[in-house]
């Protein structure tokens, strides 16, 4: 859920919206693999026993509260974060419950650094460092896909528009300078 029409200002247009990799789910996926083969085990290992009924609904019970903590908060989690790039801004949002979520101006924006580990460069993700112009010390955006088209488009529009100053600066929708 990243940012909707009603919440750009006039003139403004989303360029991207992003969600983070789906590699931050394959921690829960794996839990909810080991959750089924050992709720398969238990099956097979007590099937015709005498505590078998019961057994299997005390394990059923405790491998849902499981699930629901160990795959499905991870699951919200990651369904709930989004990363929103428009023409005038860098958004992320976050929150299950409460939300949460910060912005930055694009004309803010000092530096953007890109950092890909070895499991990134395979999977094609990485985190997008974005340094700013306020006391905040700038956004850090985990596990982006495609970070490196991320990056260049972001580039683009940080250098695609002149401030109509005669400095020779090129920040993007900077507002423009009294005279």
Known sequence: MGLRADQLTEGEEIVLRLRTHWKALVVAVLWAVLLAGALVA?????????????????????????????????????????????????????????????????????????????????????????????EKGGMVLHDVPDVERVHVRLQELLYSRDDGSDDGEWPPNEPPRRR
């Open 42 to 134: 238990l099956w097979w290992f007590l099937r015709g026993s005498d505590v078998y009924p019961v057994a299997m609904w005390v394990a059923g019970g405790v491998a849902l509260l499981l699930a629901l903590w160990l795959v499905g908060l991870p699951v919200l989690r990651w369904r709930s974060e989004s990363y929103t790039v428009t023409t005038r801004r860098i958004s992320h949002r976050f929150g299950i419950l409460s939300r949460g979520g910060r912005d930055i101006p694009l004309h803010r924006i000092n530096d953007i650094g890109l950092e890909k580990g070895l499991l990134d460069r395979v999977l094609g993700c990485g985190t997008l460092v974005v340094s700013d112009a306020t």
